[in-house]
């Protein structure tokens, strides 16, 4: 069995992704894709495709509750590194909980990772 995210990307089609401008900025270190991004607030970027109603990732390639994958995984934001999915080291997150919820998905549970034949030592690749 394969990580849970990759059959899922609810989270990246249910909040704002908000990032520090410089995360886009190549002058400074930053590796987001700076056109996959759009002003949010001052000092702040947002990944496109977030703000909206519906919030659908641009670098999300996925089709929710069968396959997901990041197209900027290595370049992701850090917001996008910061969420855990529930279980993945121990302890739900609320985040991923209501993300999938959202997607009527429901949320993982310990034994998810158990069946997947992973745990904190085997990281996920995409999310
Ligand atoms: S973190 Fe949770 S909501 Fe996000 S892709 Fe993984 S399982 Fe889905
Ligand atoms: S992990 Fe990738 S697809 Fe998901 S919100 Fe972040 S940049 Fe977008």
Do not use: F, K
């Not at 400074?28 to 990732?57: D, F, I, K, Y």
């Amino acid at each position: 069995m394969t990580h849970p995210c990759l059959s899922c990307g609810a989270c990246c089609a249910t909040y704002r992704v908000g990032l520090h401008w410089s995360e886009a900025d190549p002058a400074q270190g930053g590796l987001v894709p700076q056109a996959l991004t759009e002003p949010l607030r001052r000092h702040e970027r947002a990944m496109r495709g977030t703000s909206q109603a519906n919030p659908h990732c641009i670098a999300l390639d996925a089709e929710i509750g069968r396959y997901s994958r990041c197209t900027i995984h290595p370049l992701r934001p850090s917001a996008c590194r910061e969420v855990s999915a529930s279980w993945e080291h121990g302890e739900a997150s609320d985040q991923c909980d209501r993300a999938r919820i959202n997607h009527g998905l429901p949320a993982l549970t310990p034994a998810d990772w158990i069946d997947a034949g992973m745990n904190e030592l085997d990281p996920p690749q995409a999310a």
